[in-house]
């Protein structure tokens, strides 16, 4: 079964309380997300191999440690994980972007895929899927699913705010992906938007509604 890791630092709670706030415009939700992101990318990247070096202070000669070649993807489902690709960039600037367009149904609530480009080596890349959003879990299941079409097998799913409805469905389809959040909410609304939640982040990070 894939791990469930809580990313409940401080700093993470009380800029989730502000992206929460439906008085929070975009601009300053659009800032929130990719500092939140950014925060995550720290713990999200914790198990990153090292590889020693030498190198020479201006004392003298040391060892140091550096993270050893691996080749990461950053995957944001379209639109909203476009907000967590700049805070995550910004701690790994080499990561390479590819995008999955899904939108969700409103009726049906299934994921409809739109788009689709992928750096050329994916299988080769341990992969991180950004979505603020982890609700039924049907728009993450589908990416996972293309993803591991396509041969990719190193795959983290990383989200601000989840349903437990949402975990349960991508551990069951998926067990071997862990699942990074900032916050497990209390459950989805007869919408299925996730409550408390933050409401539709698409239309948040936009302005669209
Ligand atoms: O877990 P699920 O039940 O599939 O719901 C979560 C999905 O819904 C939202 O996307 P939305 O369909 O609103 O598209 P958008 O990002 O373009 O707004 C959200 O960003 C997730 O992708
Ligand atoms: O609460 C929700 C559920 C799905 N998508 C969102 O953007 N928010
Ligand atoms: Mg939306």
Excluded: W
Aim: charged residues 25%; proline residues 6%; glycine residues 8%.
């Amino acid at each position: 079964m894939g791990k469930v890791i809580v990313l409940d630092h401080p700093l993470i709670k009380h800029k989730l309380t502000f992206i929460r706030d439906k008085n929070t415009g975009s601009k300053e939700f659009r800032e929130l997300v990719k500092e939140v992101s950014m925060l995550m990318a720290y713990e999200v990247t914790r198990d990153l191999p090292l590889e020693e070096i030498e190198i020479e202070t201006p004392i003298t000669t040391t060892k140091g440690q550096i993270i050893s070649g691996k080749k990461l993807g950053l995957i944001p489902i379209l639109r909203a994980g476009l907000g967590m690709v700049d805070g995550m960039l910004s701690i790994l600037p080499a990561a390479k972007v590819g995008h999955i367009g899904l939108y969700r149904d409103p009726e049906t609530l299934k994921p409809v895929e739109y788009y689709c480009k992928l750096p050329y080596d994916i299988e080769e890349r341990e992969l991180i899927l950004l979505d603020p959003m982890l609700a039924t879990g049907g728009s993450a299941t589908a990416a996972i699913d293309f993803l591991k079409e396509k041969g990719c097998n190193s795959i983290k799913l990383v989200c601000l705010i989840a349903a437990p409805e949402g975990i349960d469905a991508v551990q069951k389809a998926h067990p071997d992906v862990d699942i990074y959040v900032a916050s497990i909410d209390e459950k989805l609304n007869e919408d299925a938007y996730i409550v408390p939640g933050l409401g539709d982040a698409g239309d948040r990070l936009f302005g669209t509604k």
